[in-house]
């Protein structure tokens, strides 16, 4: 079974940058897709953004269009969100996701890491 860790959390000012990675353990991609998905406190998980495996199309929340890029690295097994121009409503536990497609619904997946925490100062 895929297991997946994220790491890149931190805190940082608004403005500023973060890269987040999700890296699987035992099998390797291969097909399906990965997503990214946020927690705030309080609030519901959110759809962020997704990659399919094979292609590397992308799709994007509306939220963080122009400002967060996704990419994989496929010889590295490793998935990125990089996210520039953060602002503070970006403050949330975010998790990537292992699923069969690139969907915004966090149901279509199937494996999650533990999260990472993403602080943006003011």
């Known amino acids: 079974q895929v297991q997946l860790v994220e790491s890149g959390g931190g805190l940082v000012q608004a403005g500023g940058s973060l890269r987040l990675s999700c890296v699987a353990s035992g099998p390797p991609f291969m097909f399906g897709a990965v997503g990214w998905f946020r927690q705030a406190p309080g609030k519901e998980r959110d759809f962020i953004a997704a990659i399919t495996w094979s292609s590397g199309s992308t799709t994007y929340a509306d939220s963080v269009k122009g400002r967060f890029t996704i990419a994989r690295d496929k010889a590295r097994n490793t998935v990125y969100l990089q996210m520039n121009s953060l602002k503070p409503e970006d403050t949330a536990v975010y998790y990537c996701?292992?699923?069969?497609?690139?969907?915004?619904?966090?149901?279509?997946?199937?494996?999650w890491g533990q999260g990472t925490q993403v602080t943006v100062s003011s």
């Open positions: 996701a292992r699923g069969l497609i690139a969907a915004t619904d966090q149901g279509r997946y199937q494996s």
